[in-house]
């Protein structure tokens, strides 16, 4: 009956390890994904402080622009706006409205974030403002154009379309031009004023990696305690050796 119990004594701190070593695995999976992190955060950022690219005057490689400041001229194309649905600014729910620059000698538009609208529903604006017409010159931030797996959840509603993010393999099938891979977010500006209200570029900072790595190493050596200490009984029998 002892080697039965010692054995399944021995089993079941085996299972605690494993659990505990996946823990620690976990832990320093979010380590090396802050790592990453702060990384691909310094890259933005320089590309930020870099100078500005104009693209009336150069035409770098696209992937070269992701975070770097650019400036485009040429006229929106409002026809074949893109609307995405269900955002939210200072608690008023909206949406956020992408136009196509169409850019002089191309056929390739460029798509500009202007910014936020108020929709009561999240899905359809109530309050547009007067829209610039003719030649615009824009000025923001360069962002990689995404592609998913749901092609940005398109969702048709009210006789038009909405989508629930910017995604370039369902843009293919919405807009009669083709378009960079790169989008332009309009920052806040205080020469603009009114509606579209501009939005901040993502935040660069660490997210929630660190707090997972820390959890998934506490959890870890938690359950590893608890193996020694419940388990093994280790406390207890260091306390009954240093009995009389």
């Known amino acids: 009956m002892g080697w039965f119990w010692l054995v399944k004594r021995y089993f079941w701190f085996s299972l605690t390890v494993v659990v505990a070593a996946s ?7 979010q380590f090396r994904r802050l790592l990453a992190r702060r990384a691909q955060n310094a890259e933005a950022l320089a590309g930020r402080f870099a100078p500005l690219v104009d693209l009336q005057r150069t035409h770098p490689p696209i992937w070269d622009l992701n975070h770097r400041r650019i400036a485009a001229a040429g006229e ?11 955002h939210e600014f200072q608690g008023a729910p909206g949406v956020q409205i992408v136009t196509p620059l169409r850019l002089p000698g191309t ?5 500009v974030n202007r910014g936020f609208l108020t929709a009561d529903d999240a899905t359809t604006p109530t ?16 962002m990689t ?19 629930r993010r910017l995604d370039a393999v369902g843009l293919r099938h919405a807009l009669p031009y083709p378009f960079y891979h790169i989008y332009l977010l309009l920052p806040p500006d205080s020469a603009h004023h009114g509606f579209p209200i501009r939005q901040e570029p993502p935040a660069l900072d660490d997210g929630p ?17 608890f193996g020694l200490l419940v388990v ?11 009995r009389p």
């Open 23 to 29: 823990c620690f695995g976990l832990s320093g999976w």
């Open 232 to 242: 093994l009984g280790i406390g207890k029998r260091t306390e009954n050796e240093g």
């Open 76 to 86: 929106f194309d409002y026809a074949h706006e893109i609307v995405l649905r269900a």
């Open 107 to 111: 056929d390739t538009a460029l798509l």
């Open 209 to 225: 990696h660190l707090n997972y790595a820390l959890q998934w190493l506490g959890i870890g050596a938690a359950v590893l305690g």
């Open 145 to 163: 154009l995404p592609e998913s797996a749901d092609s940005g959840g398109p969702l048709d509603h009210k006789a038009s379309t909405t989508w």
């Open 127 to 142: 309050d547009r403002g007067p829209e610039p017409t003719g030649r615009v010159v824009v000025e923001g931030i360069g």
